[in-house]
């Protein structure tokens, strides 16, 4: 029996793309750790290569555990169909190799994770690929950085460290006039932001975060939205349109068109992943999946904890400035409230007025919270940026990307928000001084 189709993120992030194993029952996926999978005779082989028929072949390029997480992702945001990724690093070069040749360009928001922007200013130059960074507190800014070129934008839902949340709506209705589409790293708001909803064409997720949710398993994934019409804008996307002498000259907006507006992840599978490869691990999309079982129940803790905890800082002694949505004002705000549902995420940047000594200081007396490089675990995470994932970037970039020296970025779990706020508090007066802590009492 097939899953039936819901809307709901709690229901669908634990019944899309599974029902129960047909040979055993098994109500959990079950975790196919193979690399091949037998063919029934040499037509169906043939069938599988020609794309007449899709099935399992080599797990680099399909798994069935792997294409549950991925229909799951795909039904949350509301996509046509998903790919899995060994990391969300891949899913973000995947996004732009598969639709850039050597001397095109993309244009992306300046408001990056290190690791994007890495990617973006020297990595993919070395590919003949530039990057268009601007400023998106400006939509317009990215119509005109755009020309014949330009194959796509790109941008993040909710950006550390400003956590301005992006312009979705503007920005991709400006790129569907020019026949550009808007790809969205979502990986810090999924089920408070649907980014297909407000025009993007592609959405993809670090997994490795909030989806996963425990800290197990890094991955990536890219859900295509099935929303753009790559064929209207047949010269501008090359990839798609022309044929591919990789397989057979197939025109993949052509070969496609039976089984739906999938072009664009059909051939982020059928070349990019099978000839660059980057595929997620059976055992991670198992994990995966046991997080995102729970992911819209813990979104909902994390973006409450989170607004009392920006609450309670933002009347902090020893704290000069709290980052957070909930606190913005104006067009940041009215930004944040169009585009997130149901909370305003579990990130925070908070400036001590000791600066970087006591932002360093207070990271060293945090006895609950981890001191890790990473965000959108279950547990409450803090890391202070200059000088450490945003290091490989120059001082003006790390202006430009909003970090400054006292910066500490706090990853707010789901722990009970007393129990986060004695750990904030004790670190805090810890810090500071003695004098502070009195204050802070
Ligand atoms: N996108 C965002 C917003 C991230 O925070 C990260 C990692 O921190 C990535 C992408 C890259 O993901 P991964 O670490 O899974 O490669």
Same mark, same amino acid.
């Given at each position: ?41 040499? *037509?169906? %082989? =043939?069938?599988? !290569?020609?794309?007449?028929? @899709? ?5 680099? $390029?399909?798994?069935? /555990? ?21 990391? *969300?690093? %891949? =899913?973000?070069? !995947?996004?732009?190799?598969? @639709? ?5 360009? $993309?244009?992306?928001? /300046? ?331």
């Amino acid at each position: 029996m097939s899953a039936p189709s819901f809307t709901n993120p709690e229901t669908i992030a634990l019944h899309a793309g599974w029902r129960a194993d047909p040979t055993t029952g098994s109500v959990a996926v079950p975790i196919h750790q193979t690399t091949s999978f037998q063919f029934q005779d040499t *037509g169906h %082989a =043939a069938r599988l !290569f020609a794309l007449a028929e @899709l099935g399992n072949i080599y797990t680099r $390029i399909m798994n069935p /555990t792997v294409d549950v997480l991925e229909k799951r992702v795909a039904a949350l945001e509301g996509g046509v169909a998903g790919l899995a990724l060994g990391s *969300g690093q %891949a =899913a973000t070069t !995947f996004c732009v190799m598969n @639709l850039c040749e050597a001397g095109d360009n $993309i244009v992306s928001s /300046t408001d990056l994770y290190g690791g994007t922007w890495n990617l973006f200013a020297n990595t993919l130059k070395q590919f003949g690929v530039e990057v268009r960074f601007v400023d998106p507190a400006d939509p317009e800014a990215f119509a005109r950085a755009t020309d014949a070129r330009t194959r796509c934008w790109y941008a993040e839902t909710l950006p550390n460290p400003k956590l301005h949340v992006f312009p979705i709506a503007e920005v991709a209705a400006l790129g569907r006039r020019l026949g550009v589409p808007l790809i969205m790293d979502n990986t810090a708001a999924p089920v408070i932001c649907r980014p297909l909803e407000h025009g993007a064409a592609v959405v993809m997720h670090s997994t490795t975060k909030w989806i996963g949710g425990h800290g197990t398993s890094i991955g990536g994934l890219v859900v295509d939205g099935g929303n753009f019409d790559w064929e209207a804008h047949a010269e501008r996307f090359p990839t798609l349109n022309k044929p591919d002498p990789s397989y057979h000259g197939a025109v993949w907006t052509q070969a496609v068109k039976p089984l739906g507006p999938i072009a664009y992840i059909i051939r982020m599978r059928t070349c990019l992943l099978r000839d660059i490869g980057a595929p997620m691990a059976p055992m991670n999309a198992f994990l995966t999946i046991q997080g995102l079982e729970t992911l819209p129940l813990r979104m909902e803790r994390h973006c409450a904890n989170a607004l009392r905890v920006a609450a309670h800082l933002a009347q902090h002694p020893a704290v000069a400035k709290v980052i957070h949505p909930s606190l913005m004002e104006g067009e940041w705000k009215r930004r944040a409230d169009a585009h997130l549902k149901g909370g305003y995420g579990s990130l925070m940047g908070i400036e001590l007025k000791g600066g970087k000594e006591a932002g360093q200081r207070f990271i060293e007396a945090l006895r609950m919270f981890y001191h890790v490089a990473n965000i959108g675990d279950a547990r409450s995470l803090a890391i202070h940026p200059a000088t450490t994932t945003h290091s490989q970037l120059s001082e003006a970039e790390q202006a430009a990307s909003g970090v400054t020296p006292g910066y500490v970025r706090l990853s707010i779990g789901i722990e009970h928000i007393d129990d986060i706020i004695a750990d904030l508090d004790q670190a805090l007066a810890a810090a500071t001084g003695p004098g502070m802590k009195a204050a802070a009492e």
